[in-house]
């Protein structure tokens, strides 16, 4: 009886030390991402002057999904640390559209000008985009890209002319058009 107590306590206090290690160990994980995310931005800042701008290949960014959870519902909650590489990984993301943005804000945390903006479930890139590309590195699903500062119109949702794409995205009433 004593030995079965003392086995049990053994087990309890082993499954409390595993327990407060990996909450320390998801800790220091997600403050060193936090942390390499700010170093990339203020790398990012302070640019050279061979670094792409708009002004010099006359490019900015457009992204091939303008709609984020909340407003595009969602597969499971998720809670914890996460971007959108990790979104990703997980089960090919949380949204009903399986094309379409994460939603993390990866791409907003890595852009130097704050170009790029997530309002009420809608992601916009505006006229601060010098074209330097480091949003395009930081989107799994390659949504963005660059166009010429030229060139007017649209371009076709990440959804267009793929399987299961989501019906209910305002871009897929406007034939998968985005126009920026």
């Known amino acids: 009886m004593i030995a079965t107590m003392i086995f049990g306590g053994s087990v309890l206090l082993g499954v ?16 060193r991402e936090t942390s390499v995310a700010g170093a990339r931005k203020r ?9 792409r701008t708009r002004f ?9 999904c303008s709609r984020i959870p909340p407003s595009i519902p969602v597969r499971f ?5 996460s971007d959108c590489r990790v979104r990703d990984a997980i089960f090919g993301g949380n949204s009903i559209c399986e094309h379409g943005c994460l939603g993390a804000g990866s791409c907003v945390d890595l852009c130097p ?5 997530m309002v009420n479930g809608s ?3 505006n006229d601060y985009c010098n074209g330097c590309g480091y949003c395009i590195e930081a989107c799994p699903r ?7 500062v030229l060139e007017r119109g649209g371009v076709r949702c990440a959804a267009a002319a793929k399987q299961n794409p989501y ?3 305002p871009a897929s009433t406007d034939d998968y058009l985005i126009k920026y």
């Open 16 to 31: 409390g030390v595993l327990t407060l290690l990996f909450f320390a160990v998801t800790r220091i994980a997600s403050s």
């Open 56 to 64: 010099e290949h006359n490019q900015k960014a457009v992204i091939r």
């Open 123 to 125: 992601i916009t890139i």
């Open 77 to 81: 909650a998720e809670s914890g640390y």
């Open 113 to 117: 000008n704050n170009a790029i903006v």
């Open 142 to 148: 390659h949504l963005i890209e660059l166009v010429s």
């Open 167 to 169: 019906r209910g995205c």
């Open 43 to 51: 790398d990012a800042q302070h640019t050279k002057p061979d670094d």
